[in-house]
């Protein structure tokens, strides 16, 4: 069992329960503005490379 989840794992999880682009994106956002520093962490768990974690965070 892998101690790690990509990020295309994640995103297929959101969209079996239902989410699209604008969902995931609006539950980002939340995400960042009730905990950016946890956010932050979920990002780099992800394995994300520091300018994508940028660009997502901006958003």
Same mark, same amino acid.
């Given at each position: +069992?892998? =101690?790690?989840?990509?990020?295309?794992?994640?995103?297929? $999880?959101?969209?079996? @329960? !239902?989410?699209?682009? &604008?969902? +995931? $994106?609006?539950?980002?956002? *939340?995400? #960042? +503005? #009730? =905990?950016?520093? !946890?956010?932050?962490?979920?990002?780099?768990? *992800? !394995?994300?490379? &520091?300018? +994508? @974690?940028?660009?997502?965070?901006?958003?």
């Amino acid at each position: +069992m892998q =101690n790690h989840v990509t990020v295309e794992e994640w995103v297929t $999880r959101f969209r079996a @329960i !239902g989410l699209d682009e &604008a969902a +995931m $994106r609006k539950w980002h956002q *939340l995400f #960042e +503005m #009730e =905990n950016p520093e !946890g956010h932050q962490n979920f990002l780099e768990w *992800l !394995g994300l490379p &520091a300018e +994508m @974690i940028t660009e997502i965070r901006q958003r």
